[in-house]
């Protein structure tokens, strides 16, 4: 019973320090990283520079630029589902899911930091 009570306590503490929305947030963040390692970083590089595949043109966009990060999720998300019309950055949207592209961008928001 007291172990019981003990458990209860500290799972009550857990979940004022780690609020269930922060967990879901960093479990997006991860996949994100690892979707994002694996499709995007060849062309726009570790750190999202754009500094991946550097031969295109026009250049691969540089995902830390103001530019990109005052763009709004919605703006961003179309980007990325329907692709950029006559450049390297193809629709993603028969590789990733609408949820694995929210993945990624919540992902791609760290670079703006
Ligand atoms: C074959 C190379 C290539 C790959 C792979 C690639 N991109 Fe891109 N991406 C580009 C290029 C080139 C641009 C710049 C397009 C332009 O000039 O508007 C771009 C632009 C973007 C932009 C900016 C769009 C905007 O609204 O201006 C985002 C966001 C982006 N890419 C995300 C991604 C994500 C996420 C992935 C992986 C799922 C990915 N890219 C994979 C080449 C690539």
Redesign the pocket.
Known sequence: MKIAMILFIGFLLVMCVFPANTIAEERDFNKGKK??LK??E???GQEGKGD??TL?N????D?TSPE?QK?TDA??W???HEG?PN????T?RF??SDEE?NS??AF?RSFGH
């Open positions: 979707l994002y499709y995007c060849k062309c726009h991946g595949y295109f026009p250049p691969v966009a995902l990109i763009k703006e961003l179309h980007g990325v950029i450049t390297a950055m193809g993603w590789v990733l592209i990624v961008l791609l």
